[in-house]
């Protein structure tokens, strides 16, 4: 079974610029998540979406961060535009919906901003 | 709200030596328990879990009890071996939905020396 699929793995820009990072979930699953894992910390959930809908994006900067997941399945996150704290790993995750499911995580994209 | 503590780390230890890794959580009703482990280089994968109180999560020689009365999900080994050296997450979900998503803690480098 393929696993979740993230691109680009590393990138570096400079502050004020934009960047997109794109997540493909694995085949079913209904729920995808963004998080942001700073170094040295826990990750941290940015949006989830439930099919292309979005069920929470508290924690989400809306000012620079945007996120949309077409037809339910795909999903792109953008910044922009960016500042130094932005440096982290951005983490895709999906699920089953249901109670205790377990969510399967991406291996990550690396951002450094300059 | 939600929230997950977990011991301070890094860990360093001997092969074979007994591990324990200490997490305390906060969160109302009955959340399911995880822990991840993410191996250098690699993604975030699940470790193990537990949906109820009072069940015992396991996988690969390690384990965790949901204990509600503590309200803890401390990690267990008896004998680590050098390949368990990771980072480790312990997580919390409330249920489905728009609670579905995880809360992690800080996380907690391991380090196992031959």
């Known amino acids: 079974e393929a696993g979740v699929a993230q691109s680009p793995r590393y990138k570096i820009i400079e502050k004020r610029q934009s960047v997109a990072f794109w997540c493909n979930p694995i085949s079913g699953h209904a729920t995808l998540y963004w998080y942001q894992q700073i170094l040295g910390q826990g990750p941290k959930l940015l949006i989830q979406?439930?099919?292309?809908?979005?069920?929470?994006d508290s924690q989400l900067p809306k000012d620079r961060f945007s996120a949309e997941r077409l037809k339910g399945v795909d999903s792109t996150l953008k910044i922009q535009p960016a500042k130094l704290e932005d440096s982290a790993v951005y983490l895709c995750a999906s699920s089953f919906e249901g109670r205790g499911t377990e969510a399967f995580f991406g291996q990550g994209t690396r951002l450094t901003v300059v | 709200g939600n929230s997950v503590t977990q011991m301070e780390g890094p860990v360093t230890l001997s092969e074979e030596a007994f591990l324990t890794i200490n997490c305390t959580y906060t969160?109302?009703?009955?959340?399911?328990l995880f822990w991840y482990v993410q191996y250098p280089g690699e993604g975030l994968q699940l470790l193990l879990k537990?949906?109820?109180?009072?069940d015992k999560g396991s996988n690969k020689g390690f384990e965790a009890t949901y204990r509600k009365e503590t309200t803890s999900f401390h990690l267990e080994k008896g004998s680590v071996q050098v390949s368990d050296s990771a980072v480790y997450f312990c997580a919390l979900s409330r249920s489905s939905g728009a609670n579905s998503k995880l809360t992690f803690g800080k996380g907690i480098t391991l380090s196992v020396r031959p």
């Open positions: 969160a109302t009703g009955y959340p399911s």
């Open positions: 979406f439930q099919n292309n809908g979005v069920v929470d």
């Open positions: 537990a949906t109820k109180a009072d």
